[in-house]
């Protein structure tokens, strides 16, 4: 009886676990597609910068951060951070396209819920790396 119960007490972390771990690599994925694609030089992603008026040096500083970011995603105890800080570039890429360059935001908003869900179930992780250690 006590294993059927250790087994039901397990059945959520594990499914948070195979959750976290299909968003993470649907998420990097599409950002390493995307960081790669700006730090290639893709025409669209040039233009779309170049409309956007901060200069390229943005679209490969965005590259940048998107790729790291991506591979960040799949090592555990920095996944969390590297959800929050494509959480927070997404914010940005929708108030971009809703304010500045149009089109559809919706692709941002999708991945922007992808990564903030992934930010969310790894918040404690995220205040182990922020939180200074003690001695």
Not at 36 to 48: F, H, N, T
Not at 63 to 73: F, H, P, Q, R, S
Not at 84 to 111: D, E, R
């Amino acid at each position: 009886m006590s294993n059927q119960a250790s087994t039901a007490s397990n059945t959520p972390s594990r499914v948070l676990k195979y959750t976290s771990l299909g968003l993470r690599l649907v998420a990097a994925a599409a950002f390493l597609a995307a960081g790669s694609a700006k730090l290639a030089g893709v025409p669209m992603m040039v233009e779309v910068f170049e409309h956007i008026g901060l200069g390229q040096w943005f679209r490969t500083v965005t590259g940048l951060v998107e790729v790291a970011a991506a591979i960040a995603l799949l090592i555990p105890v920095t996944a969390g951070l590297a959800g929050l800080l494509l959480a927070v570039t997404m914010c940005f890429a929708t108030f971009t396209h809703l304010f500045f360059i149009g089109g559809s935001p919706v692709p941002a908003i999708v991945l922007l819920l992808i990564t903030a869900s992934i930010a969310w179930l790894h918040r404690a992780s995220i205040l182990n790396l922020i939180r200074p250690t003690q001695a």
